[in-house]
C-alpha cells in the first residue's frame, strides 16, 4: 500500500486547505475499497503494477485535487462577455491614450530632430509591457469582482433592456459606421493637434530640411499667424470629445449630429482662413516684382480657401438635409410600429 | 455521409471524433447528477455508488464522481455520515430532505425534455 500512500500524498499537495484530511479519507477509503474489491474478484491480493493501474485510472494527482476546489475559473461565464466587451472596447483608446503621451513627450520635450526616429523607436518598444499590463489590471478587476460577487456583494444582475432602444436599421451598409476606424479618426486627430503644438518650437516637422533654405528667405508669416494658430488649435481640440463620443454605442443615435458638429468646426477653421487675407510679408526690403509676386501668392492662398469653404457648406448643407430627413423618416417608423 | 464545414470543406474523422466527445460530454453532465440523486434514495458511499452506476450502464470517472458527491452535499442536496464498515470507515451519503424534492423536480423535467426529444425524432423521421 506504499503507492497508495504516496498517491494520496500528492493528491494532498494540491488540495484546498479546507476539508483537506477530510477529502483524504474519503478519497483513501473509495481507493482501498476498490483494490479490496479487485481482490476479491482475483483471489489473491494485488501486484504492484496492478495496484498502481488502478490509482493511474483515477487520475493525475493535480487534476484529481483540482476538481475539489470551489471555483476553476478567473472569470465565469455571465461575466466573461463583459470582460471582453470592455477589452475590446477600452484597448483602442489605451492605444490612442499611450500614443498621445508618447508623442506629446517626444515633440515638446528637449532634443534634436536627429534621434526622433530613436524615440519613437523606444516607445513602440515600450508599447507590448504597457498593454500586457493594461490587460493584467483590466483581467485582474474582472477576476476580482467574480470573486467578490456573492460574497462581499450581491451577484451581478443584467440591466432590463428593451428593444426599442436598439439603434434604427442602417439603411447604407456602405457607411456603417466602424468603431475601429472611429478610433483611428480619433488617435490621427489627437496626433495632428500635438503636431500642430509641436510645430513652433520644431519647424522641422513641418518642412523637414527645408527649414535652413526659410531662414534666408525675404519673407515671413503675418503676426495674425500668433492670433489664428491659437483659434485653429481649439477647434481641433474641441473636435476630439466630439469624436471620442462618437464610439460611445449609446450615443449611437446622434453619431449623424455629432459627425455634423465635428464638420462645422471643420468649416469655422476654413472661415478663419479665409479671413485672413495676408498669411506671408516681406522681413526686408524687396523688389517691386517681388511684392507682386508675394501678394499674388496671398491672394492665391485665400482664393484656394474660398473655393474650399464654399464646397464644404454645400457638402454640409446636404448633409444636414439628409440627417433631418432621416430624422423625420425613423420617427414616422416608430410612430407606425407603435 | 461525412460532415462538411460552411465553406463545404470535408471535416476529417479525428475532428468528427473530437466534436462528438465534447458534445457528449456536455450532453451527460446534466444526466450524471440525476443518476447520482436517483441512485443515492438509497444510501451508498463513493466506491460502491460507482459500482452500482456501472452497473446500471452508467460508467462514472472516479475523478468527476467524487468532487460531484462533495458538491451536491455543499448544495445540501446530500447528507453524509462517517461511520464503520468491514472495519474500515466510510463516508455515506443519501439524498436530504431538499435533494428528494430537487430530485422529484429534475425528474419531471427530464421526462419533459425526452418526451418532447422522442415527439421531434419520430416527427422528423
Redesign the interface.
Known amino acids: 500500500m506504499e503507492l497508495l500512500k504516496r498517491y494520496l500524498q500528492a493528491v494532498e499537495e494540491h488540495l484546498p486547505v479546507r476539508?483537506r484530511e477530510d477529502?483524504l479519507?474519503?478519497?483513501r477509503?473509495?481507493l482501498?475499497?476498490?483494490m479490496e474489491?479487485r481482490e476479491e474478484e482475483l483471489g489473491r491480493s494485488l501486484t504492484e503494477t496492478e495496484q498502481a493501474a488502478v490509482l493511474e485510472?483515477?487520475?493525475m494527482p493535480v487534476?484529481?485535487a483540482s476538481?475539489?476546489g470551489s471555483q476553476h475559473f478567473l472569470i465565469g461565464p455571465t461575466l466573461f462577455p463583459m470582460y471582453w466587451y470592455t477589452l475590446k472596447r477600452s484597448f483602442p483608446l489605451m492605444v490612442l491614450a499611450y500614443a498621445a503621451v508618447q508623442m506629446a513627450g517626444i515633440l515638446l520635450g528637449s532634443g534634436s530632430g536627429a534621434d526622433l526616429g530613436h524615440r519613437i523607436g523606444e516607445s513602440v518598444g515600450r508599447f507590448p509591457a504597457v498593454a500586457l499590463t493594461f490587460w493584467g489590471i483590466v483581467t485582474l478587476g474582472f477576476a476580482v469582482f467574480e470573486y467578490g460577487q456573492g460574497r462581499f456583494f450581491p451577484k451581478l444582475t443584467l440591466p432590463k433592456w428593451s428593444v426599442r432602444d436598439l439603434p434604427p436599421l442602417d439603411h447604407d451598409q456602405n457607411k456603417r459606421h466602424s468603431f475601429a476606424s472611429g478610433a483611428a479618426d480619433l488617435m490621427v486627430s489627437a496626433l495632428i493637434v500635438v503636431w500642430l503644438l509641436a510645430v513652433p518650437s520644431h519647424p522641422y516637422l513641418i518642412l523637414g530640411p527645408g527649414v535652413k533654405i526659410l531662414h534666408g528667405m525675404p519673407f515671413e508669416l503675418t503676426p495674425e499667424w500668433h492670433v489664428v494658430y491659437w483659434q485653429i488649435i481649439g477647434l481641433l481640440v474641441a473636435m476630439l470629445p466630439l469624436k471620442a463620443a462618437m464610439l460611445l454605442p449609446s450615443l449611437r443615435r446622434a453619431r449623424g449630429w455629432l459627425q455634423l458638429a465635428v464638420k462645422a468646426l471643420g468649416i469655422m477653421i476654413l472661415v478663419i482662413m479665409v479671413q485672413v487675407r495676408m498669411f506671408f510679408v516681406a522681413n526686408s526690403a524687396i523688389s517691386a516684382g517681388s511684392l507682386r509676386s508675394l501678394d499674388g501668392i496671398n491672394s492665391g492662398i485665400t482664393l484656394a480657401f474660398k473655393i474650399a469653404l464654399a464646397i464644404s457648406v454645400v457638402i454640409f448643407a446636404w448633409e444636414l438635409w439628409k440627417e433631418i430627413a432621416a430624422g423625420q423618416h425613423r420617427r414616422t417608423d416608430y410612430v407606425a410600429v407603435l | 455521409m461525412e460532415p462538411t464545414t460552411k465553406d463545404g470543406a470535408v471535416k476529417d474523422s479525428a475532428s468528427s471524433a473530437e466534436l462528438f466527445d465534447s458534445l457528449r460530454l456536455e450532453l451527460r453532465r446534466g444526466c450524471l447528477v440525476l443518476a447520482v440523486l436517483a441512485q443515492l434514495r438509497k444510501e451508498h458511499y463513493g466506491y460502491t455508488l460507482r459500482k452500482s452506476l456501472a452497473e446500471a450502464g452508467l460508467e462514472i470517472e472516479e475523478s468527476t464522481l467524487y468532487p460531484l458527491l462533495r458538491r451536491l452535499e455543499q448544495q445540501g442536496l446530500l447528507t453524509s455520515e462517517w461511520r464503520e464498515e468491514e472495519k474500515r470507515n466510510k463516508r455515506f451519503y443519501r439524498l436530504s430532505a431538499a435533494g428528494q424534492q430537487i430530485f422529484g423536480l429534475l425528474l419531471a423535467e427530464w421526462n419533459r425534455i425526452n418526451d418532447s426529444l422522442d415527439r421531434i425524432v419520430q416527427k422528423e423521421g
Do not use: D, F, K, P
Open positions: 476539508g477529502t479519507a474519503e478519497l477509503a473509495n482501498e475499497s476498490e474489491c485510472r483515477h487520475g487534476l484529481v476538481r475539489y
